[in-house]
């Protein structure tokens, strides 16, 4: 993954924890108290320049209960039947919806 990419990533992950502290009600120091680091810390995550400190998102975003995720990189599907597979089951997820079982499973 390329730098710049990885620092578009940092600056959108820290713009979403800052909305969902400004969502809480929460300042920034609050936050950093609820989650056990330092209010200037806070300050740097959310503008995505952690300085070395990348696990503290993890804190942070505990702290809001929120759930991180990190997904392989450049993992693509190389099929648009493959694509379509996928979005369809991202799509059962967002919605809360199990997984549609299998070919394989339903016939048996």
């Known amino acids: 993954m390329s730098q710049a990419r ?15 502290r400004i969502e809480a009600g929460l300042t920034q120091q ?7 680091v330092s209010r200037q810390l806070v300050s740097r995550v959310e503008a995505g320049s952690p300085r070395g400190e990348i696990g503290r998102f993890a804190q942070i975003a505990d702290a809001l209960k929120m759930r991180l995720v990190i997904a392989p990189a450049e993992q693509k ?3 648009s039947a493959d694509q379509l ?17 299998s070919g394989a499973e339903e016939h048996e």
């Not at 609050?30 to 056990?36: C, F, H, K, P, R």
């Not at 597979?85 to 079982?101: H, M, T």
């Open 77 to 79: 599907p190389t099929s």
């Open 6 to 20: 990885t620092r578009r990533q940092l600056i959108q992950l820290g713009a979403a924890l800052r909305r969902a």
């Open 85 to 101: 597979a996928v979005q369809d089951l991202l799509g059962r997820i967002r919605q809360g919806l199990p997984p549609e079982p």
């Open 30 to 36: 609050q936050l950093g108290d609820l989650a056990g």
